[in-house]
């Protein structure tokens, strides 16, 4: 399974593993699809002080995942990345 993670998200991400006091060596940042109000799926990005026994771990732009099944099925090639208006973590599909 890959997922990138652009390096605006990576900092992003790190940064806020570090303001909230969580080891980035245990833990990460899980990647959970979730059943969109309007129909559809989209992703919840939430800091996570580790893995649930149901997720993969992989390790992407230094920041570790924790992904949840079906992510790849809800977004293709899946790209974390930095919204820029708002500098929100979005999961989207790549390409």
Do not use: K, W, Y
Request: no cysteine; charged share 20%.
């Amino acid at each position: 399974m890959g997922i990138e993670v652009t390096d605006e998200a990576a900092e992003l991400l790190l940064r806020s593993l570090q303001l909230a006091g969580i080891d980035p060596a245990t833990g990460g940042v899980r990647l959970r699809p979730a059943r969109a109000l309007g129909g559809g799926t989209d992703v919840q990005v939430e800091l996570a002080d580790g893995p649930a026994a149901d997720e993969n771990v992989i390790e992407a732009g230094g920041v570790r995942l924790f992904v949840m099944a079906g992510l790849t099925e809800a977004v293709p090639d899946p790209v974390v990345a930095v919204e820029p208006m708002h500098d929100q973590v979005v999961v989207r599909p790549g390409g």
